[in-house]
């Protein structure tokens, strides 16, 4: 077997105990287990660099927030672990959402919300928009070579340097260029018959295999075990 | 069969490429050219076949128009899908998979065909369209003829009676042209209907039956393809037709004003992910020269162009302006590249704005006095995004003017331009010419080359890189 695929109502369960365990997380420390967990679950799914990637970002954020609780002032520490709050509940959701995005063709997607007999006027705009998030990746190498032919560094230090233009030069390419893509994949769908509301057939199988019982069960047991602690 | 019966039809909110009066009927097998201007209702006219007009482009309709007796107004999208087949222009956003099997099976996915026939149809398709080879592809890593393959193998495996194919070539280098031709002969054989709208003749013309020729919307001629292949040339641009054979293609003789400015490449080579692409490149160009860069898609064309302007980060070998070398940041000054699709390069709120964005201390007079020249001045107030195509890469050119740029790297300038448009764009770069700026031009525009260049660089994939005077 090639990489450790799921069936796509999985993760969306996966999602869902992510989801779960990270709002109802009762420490710090548990939280950094479950992205390690996820972490495991990228490895498995042969996502090497988003794993390495989102546990080296969560472990620089894990050791801060703790410095902060142990060193800084009331007041100070007050505004920091708010905000510190709100990321460390966000991030084990966005970190399995990338992975699950990243992992998921769009026709599985589409046959397994068939399944599970989600309307088509949500599934239908919800894969163009999963479709439209690799087109960004491409224009963004455009834009890119745009902003440094006209002397405007893509990059953090000419964001600091002048804001406004920077993310200007960004957004609106990014924006006139959006709605025409967006317009023809859509296109590009409906005269291929997506709008069929047959049960749509899918060319790589999707089934529950062993794998889908294992996580599933990994993850459901975290999230009881953040129950007892 | 498809039917048209007095068909007229106007886009809400937009005057402009609607239809008038239009009957037509187009037998089963036929293959029909749709021609004329950029916005003329060729377009238009292949919508009211695969049924985007009017269910995905709201507007007014009058008429019937039916398809193998389905009236298509009347019609659900779906089950039109099973009768005409749709390929379109841009290759990027054909997909909906990342990976070339599931997209050639997306058609008949939705169509909700058993796994197994699904599995042996794919085969099929890879088969009958000699595709194997991409077959288990990633669709980022191939090459914009090869995504229009896919796209067609995608539709090919419908097995759809009427096929319809908007624009197909305008990214497709003269070998991936060939092949379409050959699929479209294979079609024909099979007894399928075939509506192309192209502004590229040259490759149709023993293929198709007849060509209908649109103009501001009504259908004005319909020519057999032996009439429109005698069509003095001056009638045809009278037309706005490109040309219709690549042996009659006239070479203009382009202003040439050689300056004083040399630029100089030096053993220069380009890697990308490891792959050298291009090697030893030996290069000069003085200004006042426009050069067009030719090749195969794949071939290192825009990796060249990048190359020119400092965009490039892994080459080796030196590039000199007037025996002075210049490094990355300094070619990034001294050059300007026009993008295929501009929308990337245009940033500001308004036209004048533009022409001073990322400027310290922006020369106001020189701003309009260019914009003056390229016939932007009566937009001034306008934000970027109203203008037309056109309109849009003089603004590119006149952001280069106004930033003081002295190369000019144009990509693929002409593609899905009619006549009266690539002779605009010609005009434009000779005017730069006599400015005595150095301009490059990748294309594959075979027919605008002859317009333009007074030298042509030619890319070839097995190290041998020529260098041609127009004449051969």
């Not at chain 2, 128009?65 to 039109?80: A, D, R």
């Not at chain 2, 995004?385 to 000019?408: D, H, P, Y």
């Amino acid at each position: 077997m090639s990489a450790f695929s799921l069936d796509p109502r999985t993760k969306l369960f996966l999602l869902i105990a992510s989801v779960l365990s990270a709002t109802m997380a009762p420490n710090l420390t548990y939280e950094l287990g479950l992205v390690l967990l996820i972490a495991v679950f990228a490895l498995s799914c042969k996502k090497t660099r988003t794993a390495l990637l989102g546990t080296v970002v969560y472990v620089i954020l894990y050791l801060l927030t703790n410095a902060v609780v142990i060193n800084a002032g009331e007041s100070v520490q007050a505004v920091l672990l708010a905000f510190f709050g709100l990321i460390h509940k966000v991030y084990p959701c966005g970190f399995i959402g990338v992975v699950i995005i990243g992992t998921t063709k769009i026709s599985e997607f589409l046959s397994a919300m068939n399944k599970l007999h989600a309307p088509k006027s949500f599934t239908i705009p919800f894969a163009i928009m999963l479709r439209y998030i690799p087109t960004i990746r491409e224009d963004w190498h455009f834009i890119k070579d745009a902003m440094r032919l006209r002397d405007v560094s893509p990059n953090i230090k000419g964001l600091l340097r002048r804001p406004a233009m920077t993310l200007e030069c960004v957004y609106v390419p990014l924006m006139m260029t959006a709605s025409k893509a967006a317009d023809e994949l859509s296109i590009a769908s409906v005269t291929r018959g997506i709008e069929n509301p047959m049960a749509r057939t899918c060319y790589t199988e999707i089934r529950f295999r062993i794998s889908d019982v294992l996580a599933a069960s990994c993850f459901l047991a975290y999230f009881i075990l953040g129950r007892f602690l | 069969m498809i039917k048209f019966e007095n068909v007229s039809y106007s886009y809400t909110g937009n005057n402009s490429e609607g239809l008038e009066g239009i009957n037509l009927t187009i037998g089963d097998g036929e293959c029909i050219l749709l021609c004329g201007r950029s916005g003329c209702g060729k377009t238009t006219f292949t919508r009211m076949v695969n049924g985007l007009i009017p269910h995905f482009f709201p507007g007014e309709l009058s008429g019937r128009v039916l398809v193998n007796g389905m009236e298509i107004s009347k019609t659900p999208m779906y089950q039109i899908a099973g009768q005409v087949g749709s390929v379109f222009q841009n290759p990027r956003t054909q997909f909906f998979n990342t990976d070339t099997d599931s997209e050639i099976a997306f058609g008949i996915e939705n169509a909700a065909l058993p796994i197994d026939e699904l599995r042996s149809r794919v085969k099929q398709t890879e088969r009958d369209l000699n595709i194997e080879v991409l077959a288990g592809r990633s669709i980022f890593e191939l090459s914009g003829g090869e995504k229009q393959k896919i796209a067609f193998a995608s539709v090919y495996a419908m097995n759809p009676n009427i096929y319809l194919l908007d624009e197909p070539s305008s990214n497709l280098d003269i070998d991936a042209i060939e092949e379409l031709k050959d699929t479209l002969r294979r079609l024909k054989k099979q007894g399928k209907t075939i509506l192309v709208a192209e502004h590229r003749l040259y490759y149709l013309m023993d293929v198709i039956d007849r060509a209908v020729y649109f103009e501001n919307g009504r259908m004005e001629h319909i020519y057999s393809p032996d009439k429109l292949m005698v069509l003095p040339a001056t009638e045809r641009e009278k037309l706005g037709l490109r040309a219709t054979g690549l042996s009659d293609i006239e070479l203009s003789q382009a202003q040439e004003k050689p300056g004083n400015s040399v630029l100089k490449l030096k053993n220069v080579s380009v890697h990308y992910k490891k792959n050298k692409i291009l090697k030893n490149l030996n290069f000069s160009a003085k200004s006042g020269e426009v050069i067009g860069i030719i090749g195969h898609n794949g071939v290192g064309k825009t990796s060249f162009s990048r190359t020119i302007c400092g965009l490039h980060k892994e080459l080796t070998g030196q590039i000199t302006m007037n025996d002075v070398p210049l490094n990355r940041n300094a070619l990034m000054k001294q050059s300007y590249l026009v993008m295929q699709d501009v929308n990337y390069q245009l940033f500001a709120e308004s036209v004048e704005k533009e022409c001073t964005i990322g400027i310290k201390e922006p020369d106001m007079e020189l701003a309009r006095s260019v914009l003056q020249e390229l016939e932007l001045s009566s937009f001034l107030q306008h934000h970027p995004n109203t203008l037309s195509g056109g309109q849009k890469q003089r603004l590119a050119v006149a952001v280069s003017m106004v930033s003081g740029k002295e190369i000019l790297v144009f990509d693929e300038p002409t593609s899905g331009l009619d006549y009266d448009n690539m002779m605009r764009v010609a005009r434009l770069i000779n005017r730069l010419a006599l400015m005595e700026k150095i301009v490059f031009i990748a294309t594959h525009d075979l027919e605008f080359v002859c317009q333009t260049c007074s030298r042509v660089l030619y890319l070839d994939e097995e190290e041998r890189q020529y260098e041609k005077r127009k004449s051969n």
